[in-house]
């Protein structure tokens, strides 16, 4: 079966503060992908990060820092010096390779207050 | 801007009316997908169109009917439906292939917010 879990319903923090979202997945596949996406208020999701299973990497793109972990099933994303601009629902999901079918998580509120 | 239009952005119909679905990519995908979401659930996979064939209905209400007239253009035609139907629908498009060629990630329209009375 494939799952994905986002425990965090929701998550408030002050601006400057750094905070981590959680994602846990599910998976029998070899091959396989991971994706975020931020949903603002306005509505449209906004592809964020894409990691394939072969690729342990973490990745850093300015504030935004990925930590990819097979062993525990794991993708986390953590925003360094969280801005207003990042409130949105954060949303993981998975897809398998060979298919096209994304299965998302119910999504992380998260809200930065000034 | 992800290059993924959708028209209207918000639709207030009754029951017993007719309506259509409008998105647009200009990506130059070849695939093209319905998604639902509403509140308080995960997103649901409605339709998949690859290469304007339809390879997925996961499911979906007769009341929903897609069409994928050539590979930027997806409707979500629309007739009879039921206050459970309000929701925001998304599209989204995507490039799939070989594995060298395909790039996997979704890029998602703003939505249409719909309101059944």
């Known amino acids: 079966a494939q799952k994905v879990t986002q425990a965090q319903t929701e998550i408030s923090v002050v601006e400057k503060e750094d905070v981590t979202l959680d994602c846990v997945y599910e998976?029998?596949?070899?091959?396989?992908?991971l994706f975020w996406y931020k949903q603002p208020p306005s509505g449209e999701l906004v592809f964020l990060i894409r990691?394939?299973?072969?690729?342990?990497q973490n990745e850093i793109s300015g504030r935004y820092s990925w930590n990819f972990q097979k062993s525990t099933s794991s993708f986390n994303f953590t925003i360094t010096a969280s801005q207003v601009v990042d409130s949105a629902v954060y949303f993981c999901?998975?897809?398998?390779?060979?298919?096209?079918?994304?299965?998302f998580g119910t999504g992380t509120l998260l809200a930065v207050q000034p | 801007e992800t290059g993924v239009t959708q028209t209207p952005r918000h639709l207030v119909m009754g029951m017993t009316n007719k309506k259509s679905l409008k998105c647009e990519q200009h990506?130059?995908?070849?695939?093209m997908y319905w998604y639902k979401q509403s509140a308080k659930k995960p997103l649901e996979l409605m339709f998949v169109?690859?290469?304007?064939?339809?390879?997925e209905n996961n499911s979906v209400p007769s009341r929903f009917s897609p069409e994928c007239p050539n590979s930027s253009h997806l409707f979500l035609h629309l007739h009879t439906l039921q206050p459970e139907d309000s929701a925001l629908y998304l599209c989204?498009?995507?490039?799939?292939?070989?594995?060298?060629?395909?790039?996997?990630?979704?890029?998602f329209g703003p939505g249409t917010r719909l309101t059944v009375t």
């Open positions: 989204a498009s995507s490039q799939v292939g070989t594995l060298a060629s395909s790039s996997y990630e979704q890029y």
């Open positions: 998976t029998r596949d070899t091959t396989y992908y």
């Open positions: 990691r394939n299973s072969f690729d342990e």
């Open positions: 999901a998975l897809l398998r390779g060979a298919t096209n079918k994304l299965i």
């Open positions: 990506l130059g995908h070849n695939a």
């Open positions: 169109y690859n290469f304007k064939e339809q390879t």
